[in-house]
Nanobody
């Protein structure tokens, strides 16, 4: 059974940092492109960051470039999103996603497995 379980969300002040984790099981994580998406209040789900199966390719949405870093540890079947200089507009439920393909993709349709989400709230 495929499982993706996010953790690390919470309440933080503007300018603060958080690290999200996503633990994967039930599929070959080391061969899977993965990503983070988010859904803010009253907004559609949007792409945040992706990394390919090897960690050699990453891509970010413009609004988080220079502030967020996506990474993965294939030995631990875990992916991460390090978030710094957080802003109120980063407030959202953050979801991790994994693909049956190896590449990193920026569109949700490319992903086959999804976590339940973790809430990140940035206070002003």
């Amino acid at each position: 059974q495929v499982r993706l379980v996010e953790s690390g969300g919470g309440l933080v002040q503007t300018g603060g940092s958080l690290r999200l984790s996503c633990a994967a099981s039930g599929f070959t994580f080391s061969l899977s492109g993965v990503a983070w998406f988010r859904r803010g209040p009253g907004k559609e789900r949007e792409f945040v960051a992706t990394v390919d199966y090897s960690g050699g390719f990453t891509s970010y949405t413009d609004s988080v470039k220079g502030r967020f870093t996506i990474s993965r540890d294939n030995a631990k079947n875990t992916m991460y999103l390090q978030m710094t200089s957080l802003k109120p507009e980063d407030t959202a439920v953050y979801y991790c996603a994994a693909s049956d393909g190896r590449g990193g993709a920026t569109v949700s349709i490319a992903y086959d497995y999804w976590g339940q989400g973790t809430q990140v709230t940035v206070s002003s």
